[in-house]
């Protein structure tokens, strides 16, 4: 079995894997990582345990807006393999998937807003 000495947010953690994915791990630590720094940019200083609650929040939050990007990206499809192949003749690149957009500029702002929620959410949580 392998493992990997990592460090997210200050702390060292020795993570257990299979053999040959100590890599992908290291990958993945850094991701973290780098929503903690996202997390640190916003100010204010938490507890490990609420870090990491932001995080996992950021991460929950990602894979919510992917999921309905796939939704729309497979709506998008059965509405192409329903109009037939006739309908994009002679159009370069018909039949490919459409190109993702941008990411949103407003971002940080929602971030920022995503955090105050987790904060108000942790407070209530906290009082006796």
């Known amino acids: 079995m392998g493992q990997v000495n990592v460090r997210v947010n200050g702390y060292n953690h020795t993570i257990g894997c299979k053999d040959g994915e100590e890599e992908h791990v290291s990958d993945l630590v ?7 720094r996202v997390i640190r940019s916003m100010g204010g200083q938490f507890s490990e345990a609420r870090m990491l609650l932001h995080v996992a929040l950021l991460f929950a939050d990602e894979a919510a807006d992917l999921r309905i990007d796939l939704a729309r990206l497979r709506s998008q499809g059965a509405s192409a393999a329903a ?8 159009v370069p690149g018909a039949g490919l998937l459409p ?8 971002l940080a702002e929602r971030l920022a807003r995503i955090a105050e929620r987790i904060e108000n959410i942790t407070g ?3 009082k006796p």
């Open 30 to 36: 850094a991701q973290l990582e780098e929503k903690v």
């Open 83 to 90: 109009a037939g192949p006739g309908m994009a003749q002679g």
């Open 99 to 106: 190109v993702p957009p941008e990411p949103d500029p407003r």
């Open 124 to 126: 209530a949580i906290e």
